[in-house]
């Protein structure tokens, strides 16, 4: 079986670990933000909901989940990154999803070298498939 990298499922997938990781931030009271390579025409070129935390936050996370297509423009992954390293607060905690590249490494360890603990969800799917076509999250 050929593996192709826009594979419907695996982006669905991967949108419905971020809903639940959120519906549990909410919860808990955990605040969180959201960072997705799909371009955007606002300040910045990925789509981006800032940090807050509660179910008004959690409610416009999972509206904003529910508009992204997998297969829609995306931003190259690397360059998402260094954006949020240069020029957006980090987070004590960095989950990262979708496809996981060894060229990634780098900016990862720049996300550690300034406090954030870095973490990694991934699917078998996401990986083998390569989700990161269609979206990946940071």
């Known amino acids: 079986m050929k593996l192709t990298r826009n594979n419907r499922e695996a982006f669905e997938e991967m949108v419905e670990q971020v809903a639940y990781l959120s519906m549990d931030a909410a919860k808990k009271g955990i605040p969180y933000s959201l960072y997705i390579n799909i371009l955007s025409m606002?300040?910045?070129p990925f789509i981006h909901q800032a940090e807050g935390k509660g179910e008004?936050?959690?409610g416009n996370t999972l509206e904003l989940l529910a508009?992204?297509?997998g297969g829609t423009?995306?931003?190259p992954f690397e360059?998402?990154?260094?954006?949020?390293?240069l020029k957006e607060p980090l987070a004590t905690d960095v989950i990262q999803g979708g496809m996981n590249l060894p060229d990634y490494d780098y900016y990862y360890s720049l996300f550690e070298h300034k406090g954030s603990r870095v973490h990694?969800?991934?699917t078998?799917?996401?990986q083998e498939e390569g989700v990161a076509a269609d979206g990946s999250f940071a």
Do not use: G, Y
């Open 42 to 44: 606002n300040r910045v």
């Open 73 to 75: 423009f995306t931003v």
């Open 67 to 69: 508009r992204i297509q």
């Open 120 to 122: 990694h969800l991934q």
């Open 124 to 126: 078998d799917r996401a």
């Open 79 to 85: 360059n998402m990154l260094n954006q949020i390293i």
């Open 56 to 58: 008004k936050h959690l």
